[in-house]
T-cell receptor
């Protein structure tokens, strides 16, 4: 149980375009979903916390107009990187909390974004 | 400020050579400490949650322990398939319902046959 998927697993886009990443909890309804980014050989940095039906809470320094988060249902959250630039190239990972273990986060496999 | 420090940054072991990874933390009231394993190009895989000092948890060759200032991940008789980055994270009380995790930078473990 507690399986989280992401789609796509990797994406290449041109500078100035937007790209959407999906995060799904496959076998449970997620209480909360989180979005992280990870640069090579660095740890995970939390970008935002998302609850179904409400606005996401962004961490300090994260541009909410650039990284749009939509949490339309208890099993789906999306991250849209708008007007992407090469510096947005990174590994984006989502996680979800299971209602039976609200403090534990279960992570998706990640999405590698490359902006050319 | 809540902080997590992991050491060593990298560790190379021979197969069967037991060792420990360290996670030191400062947090304004610990709700939980979490250990994850991350393989290259993959998302973190949940290993353990520890909630109070003195607590221990085991899974196969791994054992996690917790004190008021640090946690250890003991690896007994490691195998090459244990090679990965091991991440430690803490969750503070008083953060409302956000359940936010603060991660350390990880220990890269390489086990040679």
């Amino acid at each position: 149980g507690a399986v989280v998927s992401q789609h796509p697993s990797w994406v290449i886009c041109k500078s100035g375009t937007s790209v959407k990443i999906e995060c799904r909890s496959l076998d449970f309804q997620a209480t909360t979903m989180f979005w992280y980014r990870q640069f090579p050989k660095q740890s995970l940095m939390l970008m935002a916390t998302s609850n179904e039906g409400s606005k996401a809470t962004y961490e300090q320094g994260v541009e909410k107009d650039k990284f749009l988060i939509n949490h339309a249902s208890l099993t789906l959250s999306t991250l849209t990187v708008t007007s992407a630039h090469p510096e947005d190239s990174s590994f984006y990972i989502c996680s979800a909390t299971h209602p039976g273990a609200p403090y534990e986060q279960y992570f998706g496999p990640g999405t590698r974004l490359t902006v050319t | 400020e809540d902080q997590v420090t992991q050491s060593p940054e990298a560790l190379r072991l021979q197969e069967g050579e037991s060792s420990s990874l360290n996670c030191s933390y400062t947090v304004s009231g610990l709700r939980g400490l979490f250990w994850y394993r991350q393989d290259p190009g993959k998302g973190p895989e949940f290993l353990f949650t520890l909630y109070s000092a003195g607590e221990e948890k085991e899974k196969e060759r791994l054992k996690a322990t917790l004190t008021k200032k640090e946690s250890f991940l003991h690896i007994t008789a490691p195998k090459p398939e244990d090679s990965a980055t091991y991440l430690c994270a803490v969750q503070a009380r008083g953060g409302g319902a956000t359940n936010k995790l603060i991660f350390g930078t990880g220990t890269l473990l390489a086990v040679q046959p």
